[in-house]
């Protein structure tokens, strides 16, 4: 969880101080790169903590593209990413999951723990109307205003391939079950865990902050 949240905000800091005298071209080509490898390196992982890796690899792309054109948008994307990576891991502690498989069953020890696990991935693959659409369509909006439209393109193929595998995720805890020789019936909430503080108030960041967006582009 250190890894992939806060050891992001030195390098992103060294980022924002240095790059007026980055080259722009090499630096679109570095995020171009690190969005795909981020998403074609994600789509066959079964273990949780790969997925989030690459996961990271693909949102440090996005931060990085718009740091010469808008260095607030790369701050923007980084809290936002650091609230909804911090909710996914609370929840994955709490119940123990470090693989896809695993998550079949999240179902029958805790309802509101997945809805909260699905509407957190969701965000943090980017679809409307939740907080993770607000950086990327914005992100998006200033490449194409500086007619990088090829740069914008890649960048929204390859947060489909980044969606592809949070679908894969929400596909298993929500709607099958793996195949089982446990012939034994199912403990409706039993032994159901119980989320922190922080799950609800880093769901609600990572989820309801899209109608701030006029708020947001004023100040950037």
């Known amino acids: 969880m250190i890894l992939l949240t806060w050891q992001k ?92 498989n695993a998550l079949s069953n999240l179902w029958n020890k805790s309802a ?14 980017g679809l409307p109307p939740l907080t993770g659409f607000m950086p990327k369509w914005l992100i998006l909006q200033e490449l194409i205003i500086y007619n990088n439209i090829t740069t914008a393109m890649l960048l929204a193929f390859s947060a489909l391939l980044n969606l592809f595998f949070y679908m894969r995720i929400i596909y298993t805890s929500t709607l099958t079950m793996f195949p089982s020789n446990n012939s034994s019936k199912f403990q409706w909430f039993h032994s159901s865990p119980k989320p922190t503080s922080l799950i609800p ?14 708020l947001v582009i004023n100040l950037t």
């Open 9 to 100: 905000i030195a390098p992103t800091s060294i980022l924002y101080q240095i790059s007026p005298s980055l080259n722009m071209n090499l630096l679109i080509l570095l995020a171009v790169s690190s969005t795909l490898l981020g998403g074609w390196g994600g789509l066959n992982q079964t273990h949780l903590r790969k997925i989030l890796a690459y996961s990271s690899i693909a949102h440090m792309g996005w931060m990085t593209v718009i740091v010469l054109i808008n260095p607030s948008l790369t701050i923007l994307n980084l809290l936002i990413y650091i609230a909804a990576t911090l909710a996914i891991f609370l929840c994955l502690n709490l119940t123990s999951t470090t693989k896809i």
């Open 112 to 125: 509101p723990m997945t809805i909260t696990l699905m509407i957190i991935l969701l965000s943090l693959g």
């Open 201 to 214: 108030s880093m769901t609600i960041i990572s989820a309801m902050l899209l109608p701030l967006s006029p």
